[in-house]
């Protein structure tokens, strides 16, 4: 046994012998057994309880543990949370709460005492259990591997590892260990309430399934390690694919480049959104399965600018080329496009003289320039194929121009269009300018005359011609560098 | 009911509407829908029905089933085997070889037919009892993704893809759809005896999960589709580094590269231990998953030069750089080196005279050359550094050389080993070679002293010192360029 957890403890979950461990000891066998092993191997320990308070002998459960922790020379840190109110304020079962309380407990009694790791004790056995309630309840290979040697990051920490060295060792084994060693612990009588969803595994669903096969705990132990392997590799392909996909993570938001997300392979695409939704919703335990099936379809079969409500409040957003998920607190961020700040655009507007330049939120300019239209200037640039500077015909322009937001009824008849008068709201949305940048978006006019959607299109009206003389030379651009998705994670 | 399996069919199947259909039909409910379907969608279509002989009914059942093709005008072929003494003759349950006979009949007749696909009626809940019956076995990922929609190369077929477009309709739709297009199907009794494993399955097992979860059956569905998208990005791992660590594949044997294999994840490793074991038994259902553990035991712990039976006359060996998974039966490539014709080496050997040569075999050659000792031959040279060619001594040789395999007895005084005396067959397992190389190596003798072993080392005796003036030169080389692994494949 010494061997066997001491192997695990070195080589899975990659502890150096020196340094403290936080052990978890409810009192229970696993738990004694842990203690008693870890003793024995020589690690310097920390013992911590949790008094849960939901039994008549809890008080006494932590006193039993106290006192073999003071026998046996060791710190001990006894804690107590009243699960039952935390349960009901967070509308948690009990398990689950006291499951909760119990590791955030562990975790914050590690930080303070600058453990390497909390260490619990889970055996094989639990293993099958935990493994069969996945099953059950219909969880991907993410809950069919079971639980892991160690786990970092956890839901409680990010820096210290949560390690469970007994995996491998069978109830049986852990028994007969602490007979052996003349090892008292704590019977708790709730484990054998089969109204305890897990107790009814135990007790009842795994022997009827020995009957089918009378290996059925090896067998179910022995695919959670198969299926943990299969999930590293998944996972090396995720990591591989969120770092392609990911344009920005924020509070509340991911956003990826719709293109790169399409092309991945549907088992990729899935793990991407819960991924995603993990990063909006921490706490989440398991994530709702049609939640993220919906996710996916709408994925395969999204066109651009839609919406889908989710669940708990989040979102997936299509605006041309990304995909946001979001939780419907959060604000997305615009910095990316031009945006006239609220104050500046709507009503009147700003002027913008020739030389001259108007200034947008986050640093973009407009800049005017007048110009006698001579050889300096490039042939080919007069025919605008640039959406962010437009040569125009000064001789069309009331000057100064102005600069402002779309209001209602803005029409615009723009270059290469034979004429076509448009809504500027349509004309936005065929561009696919995202919604929620419509709004704010600069426009340049010449007296009530729409001359030029930055970014996008001039009016048709503008165009040289080769009588013009003198033009106009407007410029949209941004003094920080053009954003560089890459590296914006 | 239509529109869904039109759908699977085109989508998940990759079908085209104007060419062939095999279809399987036994007569009982499933295949009668099925059939029914494909009638209406229009796919040209050929019935078959495998009698297996194993129930009063099955003459009559056959029956049915012409009679209903007939009346639907299709071309229908009946078949007949006898599932028992095929059953004792491969030891297999009654149910397997029903099913191995079963498939090789329909492929035949597709083959026969040019059907584009072999079509059989698996449902949802099949696939349900099928991912159970692989979870109480302990299967990997592989099986508990359940079965596919499409499945090409199959065991029984490696060109024309069996489909199984019916697996997400649920037997009850399946039943009400018989009832309102008032068709007759058979019942078959067998299918309520629960001595059969996967009846029992169905009217015990799954009723009984049903009191834990009562979506129980939706929730492994959904499950499989999950598992098998997740395989599939498995599967794209592991066609990568098949390639990346294969070097040969022949009949009965495949060789990897020892350290590509090595540095591979540990769920690539099994499913590329999988891959190769079902290369060599490609009949095999399920692979014993206590066998792939032990060849992962052997892959990470084996040093080189050692042997691991596996199981079925499988083995592995580890030589040098290379790991071989073979069949006893199988004879292992020996190209890649130097051997003696069986008929040439053994007793007297070949005499090499100088200038002369010895042929081996695979266009292996010993070269010796005599030369007088002078500035023409480069000074490092003399040192012997290339295990392929020396320089030697002409004073200290018995003319003419002879080339010989190893006898017992024989013995050897290796360069730069302080005059030891070494058995040749220590001297060869001290060099990693191979086994099964060894006997046939080609030795260059002078007299009854061992001179070189080419390739490897030559004797200390036969150094080159001041007082020397004629030289032999031996080389021993390869007509055909060095083996490439990386294009071997």
């Not at 909760?100 to 293993?127: G, I, K, M, T």
């Not at 591989?240 to 993570?249: G, H, S, T």
């Not at 419907?328 to 700003?350: F, M, T």
Request: a negative charge.
């Amino acid at each position: 046994m010494l061997n066997r957890v001491n192997s695990i403890l070195q080589q899975n979950c990659f502890l150096s012998s020196g340094k403290t461990l936080l052990v978890g000891v409810s009192g229970g066998p696993d738990s004694m057994c842990l203690l008693d092993v870890l003793v024995q191997l020589g690690y310097p320990l920390v013992v911590a309880h949790l008094n849960h308070g939901l039994r008549p002998e809890s008080q006494s459960d932590a006193e039993f543990v106290e006192q073999i922790a003071k026998r046996a020379g060791l710190p001990v840190v006894i804690g107590k949370e009243d699960v039952s109110s935390y349960a009901c304020i967070h509308s948690l079962s009990i398990e689950e709460a006291a499951r909760n309380l119990r590791y955030r407990f562990l975790f914050q009694q590690a930080e303070l005492v600058q453990a390497q790791a909390v260490v619990v004790a889970h055996n094989a056995d639990d293993q099958v259990e935990t493994v069969l309630m996945h099953f059950l309840r219909g969880a991907g290979m993410a809950g069919l591997r079971g639980m892991q040697y160690l786990t970092l990051p956890s839901p409680w920490c990010d820096h210290i590892p949560l390690v469970r060295p007994l995996l491998e060792i069978w109830r049986e084994e852990i028994l007969a260990y602490l007979k052996d060693r003349k090892i008292n612990s704590i019977h708790d009588q709730t484990n054998l309430d089969t109204s305890i969803f897990r107790n009814r595994l135990r007790h009842e669903l795994i022997p009827y399934l020995a009957d089918f096969n009378p290996g059925i705990r090896r067998v179910i132990w022995r695919m959670a390690q198969v299926l943990s392997a299969d999930y590293d590799v998944i996972e090396a392909n995720l990591d591989a694919a969120w770092e392609e996909c990911l344009v920005e993570q924020g509070q509340g938001y991911v956003s990826f480049r719709a293109p790169a997300l399409f092309i991945q392979p549907e088992g990729i695409k899935r793990h991407l959104m819960r991924r995603g939704i993990s990063w909006l919703l921490p706490g989440l335990r398991d994530i709702d399965s049609s939640t993220v099936e919906r996710a996916l379809g709408f994925i395969e079969h999204s066109t651009r600018s839609r919406r889908l409500d989710l669940a708990a409040g989040m979102y997936l957003l299509r605006e041309a080329d990304l995909l946001w998920l979001a939780s419907w607190q959060a604000d997305l961020p615009v910095s990316d496009w031009p945006q006239l700040a609220a104050d500046d655009g709507c009503s009147e507007g700003l002027f913008l003289p020739a030389p001259g330049s108007v200034c947008l939120v986050d640093d973009w300019q407009i800049h005017a320039e007048s110009l006698v239209l001579d050889e300096t200037i490039e042939k080919p640039a007069l025919g605008n194929p640039d959406p962010f500077q437009i040569w125009i015909d000064a001789a069309q322009l009331h000057m100064p121009l102005t600069v402002r937001c779309r209001q209602p009824g803005d029409r615009f008849k723009p270059l290469g269009m034979a004429g076509k008068t448009m809504k500027v709201s349509d004309f936005m949305i065929n561009m696919k300018i995202p919604a929620r940048a419509r709004a704010n978006w600069p426009l340049v006019f010449s007296a009530d005359t729409l001359v030029w959607i930055p970014g996008m299109r001039m009016a048709h009206a503008c165009q040289i011609s080769n009588s013009t003389q003198q033009v106009v030379h407007l410029r949209m651009l941004r003094n920080t560098p053009e954003p560089d998705y890459s590296s914006r994670q």
